[in-house]
């Protein structure tokens, strides 16, 4: 037989193999729960700072969250073959608290915003896996507001009709606030959002 | 068509075979144990290449089946090229779980915590590296036959063996019970396969032995060996087929070696003896072969191969040999002289020089016996006085001899080194021989 046709052959095979192993992923891919394949997006194989000595206290075999041919494995030996991530220090005081953290980084894609994986998590356990910065502590954060944008003034008057800031701006069926704005009381809007002196517009 | 047939059959089959697991792995998959599409990837990569270096087994296994299909040359060559691509595989499997941020280099270098099928898998990808690497690099490392053939073989059995470990004892897709059952059957059936052929076979030989009744040297630094049948009556074999030979005690004392017979199989002499014609290439060949007694115990696993004119029907035969690559075609030449088959046959005999043709006188009087036989002796270097063709067999040389009207009607066999196997395999198609006309052996084929 040509030897030539052979080698066309073998040529043909490893591209199918190739081929078969690509489908074989999105197989794979597609039987996969949405929220399955978040935890696995190629750069966060794991919330970083669930990272902890005591991996089998998530990682069982009866949540399913690891294969249950590890089921033997001795409990320190995880770090063998996975990566440790490093945590995410938050660079300045939390003198707010966790549940303010939204404020500033709770829309996905703006800067400093959480990745869209992190939507998943409820907004007071940030701290859980991002712990402070001991050199930053005393660190003021940047401005109020989303990111490194100055937080907008309002853009009418505050007394009279105004005055009553829930009249108008509610978080319930109205949803006249921003999304990551829930948490906050509506007193507290001026805290961050200067009055200004004229008419919508100005 | 035949051919073709026979391709489709066995490519389908082999592809089933390597896929299956995918096929398994993907159909019971379990959603809890959900990987990244790069581990994903990667475990699609490891099974592909265990299975692909398990099969390698079975095709080295002499199985007439597939060898009988599209011969021994081009089932070496398949896993030759095979063996490399597995370990292409192989050394994605690791490259791609590094490249997914869940695992650590620590996977290639383990520590006194690392789980063990870990540095089983480890252990296989090493076996596998060192048994790809030292068939590639077999000559520049000077390697006899021998020492590689054992090596080659302990350390694939080994190396599947813990590739194997690795499987089982890691992974989410082995977990499932249809899945391990489906590498424990295949693992059984393979390894099973190579240990028939290692074992079983030449056991089955202790009571076929041969001995040696005659060692003479021929044209072309080649050696004749003739070997008769001890308390058994030996064998037939189609012109053109080959045998595997080794000497020692047992059929189990040393390896064996490829060789086709020169002798006619139709007739074999009163006392069954049948005879090898082996060139000096190689290290048995040279040192062992020169110096083989009268008397010495011989064993033979045979007849394999298809290259015959038994299993080709054509309006006649061109046999095209380099060197040692005549052996086979002269054996097919003695076949078709005592048949006195009247077909035109038509011998284009090619060295580098006279001193290099084997069995030349035979050839020159088996021609003047002959009407229908026409030898082409073509020579690379030749005397001023040389009467005969000079170059190389070229589509010139072919077409000048052969009936312009009747050659695309012949059966085209082509013995030699690589070189003249190559230039026939390029040039016959251009001259209009149909592809399933034409067939090889490469007589260094191992």
Known sequence: ?202 | MRLIVRGVLWFGLYLAIILFPLVVGAVFFDPAQAAGPLISLAAACGYIALALMATELALVSRFGGVAGAFGLDSLLQFHRQVGIASMAFATAHPALLLADRAYTMGLLVPASTTPWPVIAGLVAFVGAALVVGLSVFRRQLRLSYEVWHTTHSALSLALIGFAALHVLGIGRFAALPVMRAVWIIYLVSFVGMFLRYRLVRPLSQMNRPWEVTENRAEHGQAHTLVLRPVGHDGFRFEPGQFGWIGFGHSPLSGNQHPISFSSNGDIPNEDGAVAFTIKQLGDWSSEIVPRVKPGTRAWIDGPHGVFTIDREEGAGYVLIGGGVGVTPLYSMLQALETRGDVRPVFLFHGANDLSDLTFREELAAMAERMDNLTLVTVLVRAEDDWSGERGFISADILTRYLPPALYRRFQYFICGPGPLMDAMEEVLPEIGVPADRIHTERFDMV
């Not at chain 1, 001795?74 to 995410?88: E, F, G, Q, Y």
């Not at chain 1, 994986?117 to 007071?124: I, P």
């Not at chain 1, 940030?126 to 712990?131: A, K, M």
């Not at chain 1, 921003?178 to 948490?183: F, G, I, V």
């Open chain 1, 1 to 202: 037989m040509n030897h030539r046709i052979v080698s066309a052959v073998v040529v043909t095979i490893v591209a199918l193999f190739a081929l078969a192993a690509g489908m074989f992923t999105w197989a794979l891919a597609t039987a996969t729960p949405q929220q399955n394949l978040k935890a696995f997006a190629a750069d966060n194989p794991h919330p970083p700072s669930r990272r902890t000595a005591e991996c089998p206290e998530c990682h069982t075999v009866e949540k399913g969250t690891i294969p249950v041919t590890h089921r033997n494995y001795d409990r320190d030996s995880c770090a063998s073959c996975h990566r440790l991530a490093v945590p995410v220090l938050v660079p300045h005081s939390i003198a707010m608290g966790d549940v303010r953290c939204p404020l500033c980084h709770g829309d996905p894609g703006r800067d400093s915003g959480v990745p869209v994986s992190h939507l998943r998590y409820e907004t007071d356990e940030c701290l859980l896996c991002h712990p402070v910065d001991a050199e930053h502590f005393d660190v003021e954060p940047a401005p109020a507001g989303l990111a490194r944008s100055y937080a907008a003034p309002i853009p009418h008057e505050t007394g009279g009709l105004f005055e009553d800031c829930t009249y108008c701006h509610q978080i319930g069926q109205r949803r006249s606030l921003p999304e990551n704005h829930r948490d906050f009381a509506l007193e507290t809007c001026e805290d961050c959002h200067e009055p200004s002196d004229g008419a919508p517009g100005n």
